[in-house]
Structures are given as structure tokens and as C-alpha cells.
């Protein structure tokens, strides 16, 4: 009988931690409104996938490199497994160096593997090691609605790991940049800030929608007018910038032409 009454004691123990337990859950998840739970939860699944780039960049008109280089950040979004990062064309255009540092505080050199400097993208590859990376998770942008919600994640003057929020202001926007005219972008009004460059945009499921990539402003900071690349044009361009087809094209044009020249001054 004492067994018994132990045993139903500890019985009640059990139940009433599991009880606290879930009752404590339930408090600190009602203090919470749906969508802040939804930011939260998009941010702790993405984040992971957004890294910090900081350049190395030299003067142009500076021989060897003699002046002490600039530096700039920027930010980059992880698409492959292997170290295959995606980022602004014109954030590491000039750089000498790459470093890539990764949410959990790893830093690694990044290479340049291919660009397409007219969408503004370009690619990087790491050597992560052992230790795997977390892919961003692929979405579509082609069926974006005005008014979906759209949260930017990145590194705005050098602070890493930062989440905006807002919403997609406009689709298929063209806006000319210092050094192109990019087409079929994305307007959203989350804020967006130097440093947020090649930082994912992602709508409420965590899926990438777009790469942060210009803000227009009369003072440099965010006034709520940004701009990203569409992803499914970064789809489209990121085996070309893998596989760099414009070098390969370019060497088989000059083989094409060398071929041509020389039959003509055989038969001469």
C-alpha cells in the first residue's frame, strides 16, 4: 500500500511539471501576436543562410596596391552546400580580398567564381569544411503580390544578422544605378541600408524572394524605398556565373576568329 501511494505521488509530481511546463508555453506564446511569432520563427530559419562579406578594395590609380586599401561590407546568401554564396556584383567588383564571416562566427576567405555585372550579381565560393552550411530555401517571385510581407535580412553598416520588415511595395520596377540599369526588380519598403546589399529578401514562409540590392534616398540611409533582384532571375543567371559561359564563349569566338584569319591567309 506504501508502494502504492509513492508511486501515485510521484505520479502527481510528474504531471503537475509537465502541467507548469505547458502552462508556461502557453503564456509566452500568447504574448506574442501571430505575425511577431511568424517574424521570429522566419528569422531563426533564415539567418543561418545570410552571411557578412567585408572587401579589400585598392585604388584603381594606385600602383601595387601602394595606398592602404579600402574597406567595405556588404552581405551574401548561402545557395549551395559546398560554400557557394550569392552577392552584389558591385560590392566586390574592385575587392582584393573577401571575407566571408558565417552566422555562427566562422570566418573564411571568399573567391570570386563568376559575375553578371548588368543584374548586379555575382558568386562567391568558401571552404566551409567540415562543419555544413544552411542553404536558403528557394522561392518564387514571379507570383509576388503587392502588399506580401517582406522581411530583409543582412549586414547594414556592419552590423551582421539584422532584420528588417515590411512589405512588397511594388513588382517589376527599373531603376538605373551607377553602373547599370537593372530591370524587373523588386520594390519593398523594409528598411535597407548600406551593408544590406546581397542580403536575402524573404516572404512569410522563410523562401528567398528577391537579393537586396539598391535603395533610393536623398540621404543614403532608408527612407522605406528599397530594391531587390527578383530570384528567380538570380535562378536564371547563377549557372552561368558558376560555369562562367562568357569566358568560355569568349575563348571559343577568339578560336572562331584566329581559325578564319588564318584559312584567309592560307588562300592568299
Known amino acids: 500500500m506504501k508502494f502504492s501511494a509513492n508511486k501515485s505521488a510521484r505520479?502527481?509530481?510528474?504531471?503537475?511539471?509537465?502541467?507548469?511546463?505547458?502552462?508556461?508555453?502557453?503564456?509566452?506564446?500568447?504574448?506574442?501576436?501571430?505575425?511577431?511569432?511568424?517574424?521570429?520563427?522566419?528569422?531563426?530559419?533564415?539567418?543561418?543562410?545570410?552571411?557578412?562579406?567585408?572587401?579589400?578594395?585598392?585604388?584603381?590609380?594606385?600602383?601595387?596596391?601602394?595606398?592602404?586599401?579600402?574597406?567595405?561590407?556588404?552581405?551574401?546568401?548561402?545557395?549551395?552546400?559546398?560554400?557557394?554564396?550569392?552577392?552584389?556584383?558591385?560590392?566586390?567588383?574592385?575587392?582584393?580580398?573577401?571575407?566571408?564571416?558565417?552566422?555562427?562566427?566562422?570566418?573564411?576567405p571568399g573567391k570570386v567564381i563568376g559575375s553578371a555585372p548588368d543584374d548586379d550579381l555575382a558568386v562567391l565560393r568558401i571552404e566551409p569544411g567540415a562543419q555544413p552550411l544552411t542553404e536558403i530555401v528557394w522561392g518564387d517571385s514571379r507570383s509576388l503580390k503587392v502588399g506580401e510581407k517582406a522581411l530583409a535580412i543582412g549586414n547594414p553598416f556592419g552590423l551582421g544578422q539584422t532584420l528588417t520588415v515590411g512589405v512588397v511595395s511594388m513588382v517589376d520596377r527599373s531603376i538605373k544605378t551607377d553602373a547599370a540599369v537593372l530591370r524587373n526588380v523588386i520594390q519593398v519598403s523594409a528598411s535597407i541600408n548600406p551593408g544590406n546589399s546581397g542580403g536575402a529578401l524573404v516572404n512569410s514562409s522563410g523562401e528567398l524572394i528577391g537579393m537586396n540590392t539598391a535603395i533610393l534616398s536623398p540621404t543614403g540611409g532608408s527612407v522605406g524605398i528599397g530594391f531587390a533582384v527578383p530570384v528567380h532571375r538570380i535562378r536564371e543567371m547563377t549557372p552561368g556565373m558558376l560555369y562562367n559561359y562568357e569566358k568560355w564563349l569568349s575563348w571559343a569566338a577568339l578560336a572562331v576568329l584566329l581559325f578564319l584569319v588564318a584559312r584567309r591567309l592560307a588562300n592568299a
Not at 30 to 52: C, F, H, I, K, Q
Open 11 to 108: 505520479f502527481l509530481l510528474l504531471a503537475a511539471v509537465f502541467f507548469f511546463d505547458f502552462l508556461n508555453a502557453f503564456v509566452l506564446a500568447s504574448a506574442y501576436t501571430r505575425g511577431e511569432l511568424n517574424t521570429m520563427d522566419v528569422y531563426e530559419r533564415v539567418s543561418p543562410s545570410v552571411v557578412n562579406i567585408t572587401t579589400q578594395t585598392c585604388d584603381p590609380e594606385s600602383y601595387f596596391c601602394v595606398v592602404p586599401p579600402s574597406t567595405g561590407s556588404g552581405s551574401g546568401i548561402i545557395i549551395g552546400a559546398d560554400g557557394t554564396i550569392v552577392t552584389s556584383y558591385h560590392l566586390i567588383s574592385r575587392a582584393r580580398d573577401i571575407e566571408v564571416t558565417l552566422a555562427d562566427g566562422r570566418r573564411l
